[in-house]
């Protein structure tokens, strides 16, 4: 069966401090996706990135950064230099590769990020 | 990408009566899916809706309660039947587009 812990309910920082929201995973596939979402208050998902099993390169864009180990089954993500638009619920998510083709997605329990001026 | 729309953006429900939440994406997809997404909690997938056959139901939701049409690769509909204050959720329609999953706006029901 597929499982993804976010184990950190709640992080609250201030802004400009460094922040990691932890993802740990669960999956007998030997190739599937894992993906961030980012959920606003305003409700709608955003997605952020989406990594392939077969890729463990960490990957950075902007301020966000990810970083991807295949042997603790982990996924997490670093947001540098937080700011209060930052502030948001985080989805970790798990995809079965099917075809080539991302699938129905497993979700974790989501963090919620408070960034306090 | 994929730009999804879903009516209606929001309801309030008596309880015992039905609603239909329709889903459209702007170019054709194989796959769609429907989550629910109960206050404050993380997203649960309802189904997988299949074109031209009967959705695929995850454990714990069945056909009866959440009767889903599929007609063709750019719609669907899921239909929240006999509805109590429990299903108050936000529903959203969510679409693979091959390489990455696309959610729409959401539905928030609101059941008294």
């Known amino acids: 069966a597929q499982k993804v812990t976010q184990a950190q309910t709640e992080i609250s920082v201030v802004e400009k401090e460094d922040v990691t929201l932890d993802c740990v995973y669960e999956?007998?596939?030997?190739?599937?996706?894992l993906f961030w979402y980012k959920q606003p208050p305003s409700g709608e998902l955003v997605f952020l990135i989406r990594?392939?099993?077969?890729?463990?390169q960490n990957e950075i864009s902007g301020r966000y950064s990810w970083n991807f180990q295949k042997s603790t089954s982990s996924f997490n993500f670093t947001i540098t230099a937080s700011q209060v638009v930052d502030s948001a619920v985080y989805f970790c998510?798990?995809?079965?590769?099917?075809?080539?083709?991302?699938?129905?997605?497993?979700f974790g329990q989501g963090t919620t990020l408070q960034v306090k001026p | 990408s994929a730009v999804i729309s879903q009516k209606p953006s929001r309801d309030i429900c008596q309880r015992g009566t039905s609603l239909t939440i329709q889903c459209q994406v702007d170019?054709?997809?194989?796959?769609m899916f429907w989550y629910r997404q109960q206050p404050g909690q993380s997203l649960t997938l309802i189904a997988t809706?299949?074109?031209?056959?009967?959705?695929?139901?995850e454990s714990g939701f069945v056909i009866d309660k959440f009767p889903i049409s599929r007609p063709n690769l750019t719609f669907s509909t899921l239909t929240v039947s006999n509805m109590s204050p429990e299903d108050s959720s936000i529903y959203l329609c969510?679409?693979?587009?091959?390489?990455?999953?696309?959610f729409g706006p959401g539905t928030r029901l609101t059941v008294l």
């Open positions: 998510a798990l995809s079965r590769r099917i075809s080539g083709n991302t699938g129905k997605l497993i």
């Open positions: 999956t007998r596939d030997t190739t599937y996706y």
């Open positions: 990594r392939n099993s077969f890729d463990e």
């Open positions: 969510s679409v693979s587009t091959g390489t990455v999953n696309f």
């Open positions: 170019s054709q997809v194989t796959m």
């Open positions: 809706a299949n074109q031209g056959s009967e959705a695929t139901y």
